[in-house]
C-alpha cells in the first residue's frame, strides 16, 4: 500500500511559477512510476505528465510542454511537478498518481492505483 500526499499549491500571478511536491509512504517508492493529473472545474481529469520508476524517461501533455517538468527522487520518496509560465488555463486541483511497474519499464498514461487527494493551483490573470 502507498499513501501520497501533495504539497506546494497556492495562488499564482499569471507567468509566474509554482512547485508541486508528491510524498510518498512505503519502502519500495523506487518500484513506482509516478503522474500528475489536473481537474478543471467543470472537466473531466487529465494527465499532465509522467514519468517511470527510475527517473529517467518523462511524458508531457501537449498543453504544458516546454514549461512544466516532472521530477522524481527514489530517495526521498517523492515526484515533483515544477510549472513555469502559467496561465489561467492551468488552474485546477493537481493530483499525483502511482503504479507499480518493472525495473526498465517506461511511463505509463494510464492504470495507476494510488491517488493523493489533491492540490489546488489558482492563476490568476
Known amino acids: 500500500q502507498v499513501q501520497l500526499v501533495e504539497s506546494g499549491g497556492g495562488l499564482v500571478q499569471a507567468g509566474g511559477s509554482l512547485r508541486l511536491s508528491c510524498a510518498a509512504s512505503?519502502?519500495?517508492?523506487?518500484?513506482?512510476?509516478m503522474a500528475w493529473f489536473r481537474q478543471a472545474p467543470g472537466k473531466e481529469r487529465v494527465l499532465v505528465a509522467a514519468?517511470?520508476?527510475?527517473?529517467?524517461?518523462?511524458y508531457y501533455a501537449d498543453s504544458v510542454k516546454d514549461r512544466f517538468t516532472i521530477s522524481k527522487d527514489n530517495a526521498k520518496n517523492t515526484v515533483y511537478l515544477q510549472m513555469n509560465s502559467l496561465k489561467p488555463e492551468d488552474t485546477a486541483v493537481y493530483h499525483c498518481?502511482?503504479?507499480?511497474?518493472?525495473?526498465?519499464?517506461?511511463?505509463?498514461?494510464?492504470?495507476?492505483?494510488?491517488w493523493g487527494q489533491g492540490t489546488q493551483v489558482t492563476v490568476s490573470s
Open positions: 498518481a502511482g503504479r507499480r511497474s518493472p525495473s526498465g519499464s517506461g511511463y505509463y498514461t494510464g492504470g495507476y492505483d494510488y
Open positions: 512505503g519502502r519500495t517508492f523506487s518500484n513506482y512510476a
Open positions: 514519468i517511470s520508476n527510475g527517473g529517467s524517461i518523462t
